[in-house]
C-alpha cells in the first residue's frame, strides 16, 4: 500500500494546521476556547509520536520525512510561543531567541548537514526539547485553565510562564549543541 508511505510526513504537515489552530482558539481567551487549545497540544503530541513510529514501521523514513517533522514541530511552536506573546506570557526576548535558535537550524545547521552528508534527522536532544515544549505549553494552557475557573490572578501566571518558558527556550538553545558537534569532527 503505497498510501502508507505518505502517512508520516502528512502527521508531520498537520502540525503545521495544528499551530494555526492552537493560535486562532487560544488567542480568543475563554474557558471553552482554552480547553480546545489543550486538545490542539495533545493532538499536537500524538502525531509528532506517530509520524516517526510508522515511518519506521512502514520503512518510509526519507529525507524529505527527516526535514519535514521538526520543521512542523518549528512551524507549530511558532504559533504556540506567538500565542504566549500575544497573551502577554512571553517576552519579546524569548520569543526572538526561540526564533534566532530555529532559524539558524534551517538556514545555517541543517543545509551544512547536507553539504557534509551528515543525517539531518532530528537528535535525541532536539527530540526531548520538543516533549519539554509541548510538556510546558501543557503546564502554561492549565495555569490558564485555573485563571479561568478563578483560582490564580492572571499576573501570577504571567510570572510563572517568565519562568516556564525561560526554561524551555534555554533548553532548546542548549540542545544545539548536539546539532553543532558533529560539524566539527573529522571523518
Known sequence: MLIKKYIPNLLSQSRIILGLLFLVFITRYTLLNTLISMLILCASLITDYLDGKLARKNNAVSMLGKWIDPFSDFVFFCFVYFSFYYLKLMPLILLILFLIRELSMYIVIRPIYMRKNL???????????TVLQITGSIIIILLLLLHHAGLI???????????????????????????IKPLFHRS
Do not use: N, Q
Open 153 to 179: 490572578p492572571f499576573t501570577l501566571i504571567k510570572l510563572l510562564c517568565i519562568y516556564v518558558l525561560t526554561l524551555l527556550i534555554s533548553v532548546s538553545i542548549v540542545s544545539l549543541y548536539w546539532y
Open 119 to 129: 543525517d539531518p534527522g532530528a537528535k535525541l536532544p532536539g527530540k526531548i526539547k
